[in-house]
């Protein structure tokens, strides 16, 4: 028995999850800031608000003082998270549900989402946390992904397919899709984006997205196609074409060649399985 809880202990730091990896924020990745306090990382797939608290100068001497450094510090933070998880939530209400809707919108229209949000302060992550000199500051993020993220309250009620093209014309499989759209006007990242066909076509939403939709969300947003190529949903052999035009801010439109090679047997394959990729010229505020 002493064997194996030694043995456990040798092996526990092997298995310890380094939370500062979940929320690092690289060079590439594609970040808006939303407001004074909050930021979203399209690339990493979080929202994020913080909170900075002065503190008042307690001499330790002076037994009049009301509470120690300690306790004024607890406090501090307590106060801090609650100014973060405010900001949170209205970073999150501002959020692109899609090309013309944002989540506070859909909150206001639909009672069962609204319902579904109300408990989402309750998985609030804290990004970083810090005590210095005469302050204290917090941050607390929300991942879009996983069993507590986001995209679980997000998710459509009902499936659509993905449309089949009439002739096989993408004979080579593909091991992911990355959609470069830096040659449109006005594309935006959004929480649910959808692919048109030049006929107007829904070819790819949240709809006909399989159960990757809450692991890996619809799409993941890079800056550069160098790194996007280099992602794992993309895999060794992504097909990789440009987009023609948007049908609003954050839905792309592909000419019809790609549109038959995307709604073929190994893109359709890729689409169920959410491994797609758009490139999004940097925003103004990065």
């Given at each position: 028995?002493?064997?194996?809880?030694?043995?456990?202990?040798?092996?526990?730091?092997?298995?310890?999850?380094?939370?500062?990896?979940?929320?690092?924020?690289?060079?590439?990745?594609?970040?808006?800031?939303?407001?004074?306090?909050?930021?979203?990382?399209?690339?990493?797939?979080?929202?994020?608000?913080?909170?900075?608290?002065?503190?008042?100068?307690?001499?330790?001497?002076?037994?009049?003082?009301?509470?120690?450094?300690?306790?004024?510090?607890?406090?501090?933070?307590?106060?801090?998270?609650?100014?973060?998880?405010?900001?949170?939530?209205?970073?999150?209400?501002?959020?692109?549900?899609?090309?013309?809707?944002?989540?506070?919108?859909?909150?206001?229209?639909d009672l069962d989402l609204a319902r579904r949000l109300d408990g989402i302060k309750d998985h609030f992550l804290i990004k970083s946390s810090r005590t210095g000199e005469g302050y204290v500051s917090l941050e607390l993020a929300l991942p879009f992904v996983g069993p507590d993220g986001l995209l679980r309250a997000l998710r459509p009620r009902f499936r659509e397919p993905v449309p089949e093209a009439q002739v096989e014309t993408l004979t080579d499989d593909i091991s992911g899709i990355?959609?470069?759209?830096?040659?449109?006007?006005?594309?935006?990242?959004?929480?649910?984006?959808?692919?048109?066909?030049?006929?107007?076509?829904?070819?790819?939403?949240?709809?006909?997205?399989?159960?990757?939709?809450?692991?890996?969300?619809?799409?993941?947003?890079?800056?550069?196609?160098?790194?996007?190529?280099?992602?794992?949903?993309?895999?060794?052999?992504?097909?990789?074409?440009?987009?023609?035009?948007?049908?609003?801010?954050?839905?792309?439109?592909?000419?019809?060649?790609?549109?038959?090679?995307?709604?073929?047997?190994?893109?359709?394959?890729?689409?169920?399985?959410?491994?797609?990729?758009?490139?999004?010229?940097?925003?103004?505020?990065?």
């Amino acid at each position: 028995m002493r064997f194996l809880l030694v043995f456990l202990l040798f092996l526990s730091p092997l298995f310890s999850f380094d939370r500062t990896l979940l929320f690092r924020n690289l060079e590439h990745h594609y970040i808006e800031t939303m407001g004074d306090s909050s930021k979203v990382d399209w690339t990493g797939g979080y929202v994020f608000a913080s909170a900075r608290l002065d503190l008042e100068r307690i001499d330790p001497l002076d037994r009049q003082a009301p509470g120690s450094i300690t306790e004024a510090r607890i406090a501090a933070r307590e106060r801090a998270r609650e100014m973060a998880s405010l900001a949170l939530m209205k970073a999150i209400g501002s959020l692109p549900y899609d090309s013309s809707r944002t989540i506070q919108s859909m909150r206001k229209k639909d009672l069962d989402l609204a319902r579904r949000l109300d408990g989402i302060k309750d998985h609030f992550l804290i990004k970083s946390s810090r005590t210095g000199e005469g302050y204290v500051s917090l941050e607390l993020a929300l991942p879009f992904v996983g069993p507590d993220g986001l995209l679980r309250a997000l998710r459509p009620r009902f499936r659509e397919p993905v449309p089949e093209a009439q002739v096989e014309t993408l004979t080579d499989d593909i091991s992911g899709i990355i959609v470069d759209t830096t040659l449109t006007e006005n594309f935006r990242p959004a929480l649910l984006p959808v692919l048109y066909n030049e006929a107007g076509l829904k070819i790819y939403s949240a709809e006909q997205a399989g159960n990757c939709l809450i692991r890996r969300g619809v799409a993941a947003y890079y800056s550069s196609l160098e790194q996007a190529r280099r992602d794992l949903r993309a895999g060794r052999k992504p097909y990789t074409f440009y987009a023609i035009a948007t049908n609003g801010s954050s839905d792309a439109v592909v000419s019809a060649r790609d549109a038959t090679f995307l709604t073929s047997a190994s893109g359709r394959r890729n689409l169920r399985a959410c491994r797609v990729i758009f490139v999004v010229k940097r925003p103004p505020s990065f």
